[in-house]
């Protein structure tokens, strides 16, 4: 019997609307790797689709009709943004082809694998699934992988391997996403509140998780940060939820700090890291199983986040079949995915780094990596994502910046959400301030240019936060010259 993408007729087409997208267009790769004829659509040409185009895939920069009359798609990928207004899908609901969300594509992908291991967690996954994905390469496991974001190593956001024996993946939970994906292996960086337009509350997304662990395979593993509460409490209602359906308890592997106890278990964590010393502001750090020494890693990425994401990175490669020496190489040479502390270059003397650090506790966590950094001043450049996660955790995000020496904030990006004028990343400056802080609000990135020209200065650290618009400034600092 059939499972997986294997349900899908061999050498079909599929078209992928919004192909542009990170994901997307990593998913369209497979599926041209799998031997799928493929073309899609985006309404924003951009380097992603010029990629695609030169790999063989048919890009049209509308949305209309036509496309799909030329095109003749036996079946429809679609991202959750797009709605059934769109006029590619009210043409395929019209004609009954299938429509595929991008979370049930990739949950077919996932069914295709012997071995699958699923990376989710509020924050932390893409740099979690990229060090798991370099660990197995370095072990010769041939991995297929799906990224979040682009990878030095495979030059892309996906790598597809030559059998179906190896799936990485990053397991998003918004829109509840993951909840279509298959595991053997599934593993959560932490629990935060986040994507505040599906779950309103913080135990709608503890719940979510649970959901997730009960779905994980009976003879599978379940990968945590022992120190997350939250996450704790996720895999008692799972667990709960096991027993009552007869099933088996999940087998979990924890990861933590030497001398902190699980809030699971109680007990410290099964992979340890001890010895925690900082080199340049860059973390060191000895790694054990069960009390057996593995190695020392010298992580070439700062932040205390980075031990965690490391730890669990460890766990899942090892719990499939990688040389623990082999991780610790991977580990030590980790040079970072695209926008998860990027370094871009320098400014004026001052270094210029990007981070896809939008929600307060990421933002928190990258600027005490960046404190660690040799620095004279560090200047935050600040962009919210999305209007409602705003408005939702707004004294969360005055919190995390208030003890920033100057935050610079442009207007909250959000391609999703109607800006209804109720909030404002001037809200948020003008709450700072109020508070003793410092912090300036500009409309447009292009405004802010001119501040850190005033402000900036030799050994300085330029960090910009915030999604893949704010980010761009990197780019543009760059491009003007130092």
Same mark, same amino acid.
């Given at each position: 019997?059939?499972?997986?993408?294997?349900?899908?007729?061999?050498?079909?087409?599929?078209?992928?609307?919004?192909?542009?997208?990170?994901?997307?267009?990593?998913?369209?790769?497979?599926?041209?790797?799998?031997?799928?004829?493929?073309?899609?659509?985006?309404?924003?040409?951009?380097?992603?689709?010029?990629?695609?185009?030169?790999?063989?895939?048919?890009?049209?920069?509308?949305?209309?009709?036509?496309?799909?009359?030329?095109?003749?798609?036996?079946?429809?990928?679609?991202?959750?943004?797009?709605?059934?207004?769109?006029?590619?899908?009210?043409?395929?609901?019209?004609?009954?082809?299938?429509?595929?969300?991008?979370?049930?594509?990739?949950?077919?992908?996932?069914?295709?694998?012997?071995?699958?291991?699923?990376?989710?967690?509020?924050? #932390?996954?893409?740099?979690?699934?990229?060090?798991?994905?370099?660990?197995?390469?370095?072990?010769?496991?041939?991995?297929?992988?799906?990224?979040?974001?682009?990878?030095?190593?495979?030059?892309?956001?996906?790598?597809?391997? #030559?059998?179906?024996?190896?799936?990485?993946?990053?397991?998003?939970?918004?829109?509840?996403?993951?909840?279509?994906?298959?595991?053997?292996?599934?593993?959560?960086?932490?629990?935060?509140?986040?994507?505040?337009?599906?779950?309103?509350?913080?135990?709608?997304?503890?719940?979510?998780?649970?959901?997730?662990?009960?779905?994980?395979?009976?003879n599978g593993n379940v990968v945590v940060t022992g120190a997350c509460k939250n996450t704790a409490e996720s895999l008692k209602l799972a667990?709960?939820?096991?027993?009552?359906?007869?099933?088996?308890?999940?087998?979990?592997?924890?990861? #933590?700090?030497?001398?902190?106890?699980?809030?699971?278990?109680?007990?410290?964590?099964?992979?340890?890291?001890?010895?925690?010393?900082?080199?340049?502001?860059?973390?060191?750090?000895?790694?054990?199983?069960?009390?057996?020494?593995?190695?020392?890693?010298?992580?070439?990425?700062?932040?205390?986040?980075?031990?965690?994401?490391?730890?669990?990175?460890?766990?899942?490669?090892?719990?499939?079949?990688?040389?623990?020496?082999?991780?610790i190489k991977a580990l030590n040479e980790y040079k970072g995915a695209d926008g998860r502390y990027t370094t871009k270059g320098l400014y004026?003397?001052?270094?210029?780094?990007?981070?896809?650090?939008?929600?307060?506790?990421?933002?928190?966590?990258?600027?005490?990596?960046?404190?660690?950094?040799?620095?004279?001043?560090?200047?935050?450049?600040?962009?919210?994502?999305?209007?409602?996660?705003?408005?939702?955790?707004?004294?969360?995000?005055?919190?995390?910046?208030?003890?920033?020496?100057?935050?610079?904030?442009?207007?909250?990006?959000?391609?999703?959400?109607?800006?209804?004028?109720?909030?404002?990343?001037?809200?948020?400056?003008?709450?700072?301030?109020?508070?003793?802080?410092?912090?300036?609000?500009?409309?447009?990135?292009?405004?802010?240019?001119?501040?850190?020209?005033?402000?900036v200065g030799e050994g300085d650290i330029i960090l910009i936060l915030g999604p893949e618009d704010i980010r761009t400034l990197g780019d543009?600092?760059?491009?003007?010259?130092?």
């Amino acid at each position: 019997m059939q499972k997986g993408i294997d349900k899908l007729i061999n050498g079909s087409k599929i078209y992928f609307i919004g192909i542009g997208g990170i994901s997307m267009s990593g998913l369209a790769l497979l599926a041209q790797g799998y031997g799928f004829n493929v073309g899609g659509s985006d309404m924003n040409p951009s380097e992603r689709t010029e990629m695609l185009a030169s790999k063989g895939i048919k890009i049209y920069n509308t949305q209309v009709e036509d496309n799909l009359i030329e095109f003749k798609p036996d079946y429809i990928v679609k991202t959750a943004a797009c709605l059934p207004t769109n006029k590619e899908v009210k043409y395929a609901l019209d004609n009954e082809i299938t429509i595929f969300d991008r979370s049930e594509f990739l949950g077919l992908i996932t069914e295709s694998y012997k071995q699958v291991i699923n990376v989710s967690g509020t924050h #932390g996954k893409t740099t979690t699934t990229a060090m798991t994905s370099l660990m197995l390469l370095e072990s010769k496991l041939d991995p297929t992988v799906h990224l979040g974001a682009d990878f030095y190593s495979f030059n892309g956001t996906v790598r597809l391997g #030559g059998n179906r024996d190896l799936l990485v993946s990053e397991a998003c939970e918004f829109k509840r996403s993951f909840l279509n994906f298959s595991s053997t292996t599934a593993a959560i960086t932490n629990i935060d509140h986040d994507h505040v337009d599906c779950y309103p509350l913080l135990q709608d997304v503890i719940d979510v998780f649970a959901q997730f662990l009960d779905k994980l395979d009976d003879n599978g593993n379940v990968v945590v940060t022992g120190a997350c509460k939250n996450t704790a409490e996720s895999l008692k209602l799972a667990n709960k939820a096991r027993s009552e359906a007869g099933r088996k308890e999940l087998n979990v592997i924890t990861c #933590g700090i030497s001398g902190e106890l699980c809030a699971y278990t109680g007990k410290e964590a099964d992979f340890l890291a001890s010895n925690i010393t900082y080199n340049n502001g860059l973390p060191c750090f000895d790694i054990s199983f069960k009390g057996e020494a593995l190695g020392r890693v010298e992580l070439l990425i700062p932040g205390r986040h980075n031990i965690d994401n490391s730890l669990i990175a460890l766990a899942c490669a090892i719990l499939n079949g990688a040389d623990p020496k082999c991780c610790i190489k991977a580990l030590n040479e980790y040079k970072g995915a695209d926008g998860r502390y990027t370094t871009k270059g320098l400014y004026r003397g001052a270094t210029v780094v990007v981070d896809y650090a939008h929600h307060p506790a990421a933002a928190r966590a990258t600027i005490a990596a960046a404190e660690t950094m040799p620095h004279k001043n560090i200047w935050v450049v600040f962009q919210p994502l999305t209007f409602d996660r705003t408005k939702k955790l707004f004294k969360d995000y005055v919190s995390s910046l208030l003890p920033c020496k100057k935050v610079l904030f442009s207007e909250i990006f959000s391609d999703r959400e109607i800006n209804t004028g109720e909030i404002s990343s001037k809200d948020i400056a003008d709450e700072i301030n109020k508070l003793g802080g410092d912090a300036e609000f500009y409309v447009t990135k292009e405004e802010i240019i001119p501040r850190l020209d005033e402000l900036v200065g030799e050994g300085d650290i330029i960090l910009i936060l915030g999604p893949e618009d704010i980010r761009t400034l990197g780019d543009i600092l760059m491009a003007r010259g130092n």
